[in-house]
């Protein structure tokens, strides 16, 4: 890949001296790779640069200098990335005169605004969590400012104090006046009236016209951007977002086919909390033949982040005893991804779980059972009594009755009953299983490759409860990533 200036600028470099050297990585965010021996270093001119862009339907959401922030980068998927050739334009500083056009590549990753809301509250990043930093970070800004202009001293002549001092009297009016609520309503009133890439944030906000559309103003002095997109989300609401990174492209940053997602992801595994990989263990194989093509049906900007482990290959029966067993001997082995055990919402399940809950379990790994849902609230059950309907919550509900009605249903119409076995003493009611398990997962096969075919979104009465599990397992670390963020918010939002 050639740079800007035509020649290839690229040497090899071992050790931590690459900023002193004026070199950045090829291929990767210099915070993220500096000093890795044998990294593909370019040669920096510093007073060049080339810049990647999100833009969230006609509003620029941030532009970073020479690459990109892997903390938004993880945030896509190499699936999501498109290349087009353009023809550059004749008059561009790196075509000289009788040059023939050629063609440039334009490289960018692009989803959806829901997509990036669905994967940031994955992450922990929930509106409810980013409005509370909002009002973390106003107080705190509020404090900041006011120390600024009472700490300014001689160090400023009276000119520049005065200008300062009413920069910061306004900010700190701004702040004072508006709520996250209250600011949440004036971003989206002003990203709806406005045809420019840049908004005028909030109409008091152009009373800064030495800051101009400066993009951090849209949100109070934070240390993590994605507290601010989360938000900027809820009030741009829908639309296309695109991350171009055309630029770093033309200037050698990167090539066309570098998989950034991937290298994003690879920085973020390496971080102490930064955890964007789930993986999640069932009772069996059977619940992983279900959840697995369903998450990528119902939950496909997920599907990379989320991996079920497969248990076929042990060739075991599985079954909640197993399951409880692998949870302790990946507790006890000190593995650091994140983990969430599910178990079935029966009686074993039920057991299963409560035995594990009385043990202290790293705060990686997430003992959940399949939610309670409605259906089995009234539910044909076969027992020593004979045929009674009755809640089979918490006794009964495996993953078959999760599939839909028009699965467990008949010919007839008639429900799928569940048939009572063993006694649980402990817990001191039976243990209930649909009958005709076999047909049931055909049926719902054949019910999971219409959905494919017709490429329609899945309804919500056929698809409910499936639903519900996929959410409970992925909103499984929500109240920790709250607690850690709001924390975080708290210690380092002090710039």
């Known amino acids: 890949m ?8 690229r040497v090899l470099l071992a050790g931590p001296s690459w900023r002193e050297a004026g070199l950045v990585p090829v291929g990767g965010d210099p915070s993220a790779r500096h000093g890795a ?11 060049m640069g080339s810049y990647s862009t999100l833009k969230i339907r006609n509003v620029v959401f941030e532009s970073w200098k020479n690459g990109v922030d892997d903390s938004i980068m993880i945030l896509f998927s190499e699936s999501e990335k498109r290349i087009q050739e353009i023809a550059s334009d ?35 990043f929930t509106f409810d969590t980013c409005s509370q930093v909002f009002e973390i970070a106003r107080e705190r800004e509020i404090t900041q400012k006011k120390m600024l202009m009472s700490d300014m001293g001689e160090r400023l002549n009276i000119t520049a104090k005065d200008l300062m001092s009413d920069f910061y009297s306004k900010r700190i009016d701004l702040l004072s006046r508006y709520d996250s609520k209250a600011w949440l309503s004036a ?20 009373i800064f016209p030495s800051a101009g559309a400066s993009l951090y103003q849209r949100f109070p002095e934070v240390n993590d951007e994605r507290f601010r997109l989360r938000f900027e989300l809820e009030a741009i609401e829908k639309g296309e977002a695109i991350l171009d990174i055309s630029d770093l492209v033309d200037g050698g940053y990167y090539s066309p086919s570098d998989p ?48 079920f482990m497969d248990f076929a290959a042990f060739k075991v029966e599985g079954g909640a005893s197993f399951l ?3 949870v302790r001997s990946f507790a006890g082995a000190g593995i650091r991804d994140r983990i969430v055990a599910v178990f079935d919402n029966d009686t074993a399940g039920c057991a299963a779980q409560d035995a594990l809950l009385k043990h202290a379990l790293p705060q990686n790994i997430k003992v959940i059972r399949y939610p309670d849902i409605d259906l089995a609230r009234e539910y044909p059950t076969i027992g020593p009594s004979g045929s009674v309907t009755m809640d089979v919550n918490g006794s009964a509900a495996s993953i ?3 599939l839909g009605r028009d699965v467990l249903a008949n010919p007839s119409g008639e429900l799928v009953p569940v048939q009572w076995k063993g006694f649980d003493s402990n817990m001191k009611r039976h243990q209930g299983e649909v009958l005709n398990k076999r047909e049931c997962r055909q049926r719902f096969l054949r019910k999971l490759n219409t ?29 920790i990533d709250r607690d850690f963020l709001l924390e975080y918010a708290r210690e380092t939002e002090s710039g």
């Not at 050639?2 to 600028?9: L, Q, V």
């Not at 500083?93 to 990753?109: I, K, N």
């Not at 971003?187 to 152009?206: G, H, K, Q, V």
Request: charge should be negative.
């Open 260 to 307: 950034l997602s991937s290298w994003a992801r690879e920085w973020a595994s390496g971080r102490g909390r930064e955890a964007i990989h789930l993986i999640v263990l069932t009772e069996g194989s059977t619940d992983r033949s279900v959840l697995e093509p369903t998450l990528k049906a119902l939950r496909p900007e997920l599907a990379e982040y989320i991996s």
């Open 400 to 402: 078959e009755l999760y």
């Open 451 to 479: 959905l494919r075919q017709s490429g329609n979104a899945p309804g919500s009465s056929e698809w409910g409860d499936l639903s519900a599990i996929l959410n409970t397992i992925c909103s499984a670390f929500e109240a």
């Open 2 to 9: 050639y740079g800007a200036s035509g020649r290839d600028c």
């Open 90 to 124: 004749t008059d561009d500083q790196h075509s000289s005169s009788g040059d023939e056009q050629s063609e440039l590549p334009r490289v960018e990753y692009i989803t959806t605004a829901e997509t990036l809301k669905k994967r940031l509250d994955f992450l922990g």
């Open 324 to 326: 409880a067993s692998v």
């Open 37 to 47: 021996p044998g990294v593909s270093m370019r040669l920096y001119d510093g007073s």
């Open 187 to 206: 971003l989206r009133e002003s990203f709806r009236a406005s045809t420019d890439i840049y908004p005028s944030l909030l109409p008091e906000l152009e």
